[in-house]
C-alpha cells in the first residue's frame, strides 16, 4: 500500500492550499484517514482526521474553522482544504490510514503512512 500525497508549496499567509492523498489500493474505503504534520524540530502532530463513512471528523484545535478534511471512497483520495494560513502552518504534512474505521487523532492508530508534502507559509 503506498500513499502519495501532493499539493503542499509556498503561500502567503492568509492564503489557501488543497492536499490531497492517493492511496494505491482499494483499502482505505473501509478505514478511516487522517493528516498529520512535522515543523522542523518540534514532534508529529495530529492536524485532521476522518472516518471511513466521512461524516466524523476530528480537528486539532489550531487548524479548527479554517482547515477541511473529506474524501472520496471511489478515488481512494482524501484532501485537506487549508484556508487562513498562518506562518505557524509550515510543516511536512503526512496523510495517513487507520487501522480501524473510525476517526482517530492518535498517530500509533494509523498503519500506512505518506512520504509527505512540504507546505510552507510565509509572513
Known amino acids: 500500500v503506498q500513499l502519495q500525497a501532493s499539493g503542499g508549496g509556498l503561500v502567503q499567509a492568509g492564503g489557501s492550499l488543497r492536499l490531497s492523498c492517493v492511496v494505491s489500493k482499494h483499502t482505505s474505503s473501509n478505514n478511516g484517514m487522517g493528516w498529520f504534520r512535522q515543523a522542523p524540530g518540534k514532534e508529529r502532530e495530529f492536524v485532521a482526521a476522518?472516518?471511513?463513512?466521512?461524516?466524523?471528523?476530528l480537528y486539532a484545535e489550531s487548524v479548527k474553522g479554517r482547515f477541511t478534511i473529506s474524501r472520496d471512497n471511489a478515488k481512494n483520495a482524501l484532501y485537506l482544504q487549508m484556508n487562513s494560513l498562518k506562518p505557524e502552518d509550515t510543516a511536512v504534512y503526512y496523510c495517513a490510514v487507520a487501522r480501524g474505521s473510525a476517526s482517530t487523532p492518535n498517530a500509533e492508530s494509523y498503519r500506512y503512512w505518506g512520504q509527505g508534502t512540504l507546505v510552507t507559509v510565509s509572513s
Open positions: 476522518i472516518a471511513w463513512r466521512g461524516g466524523d471528523t
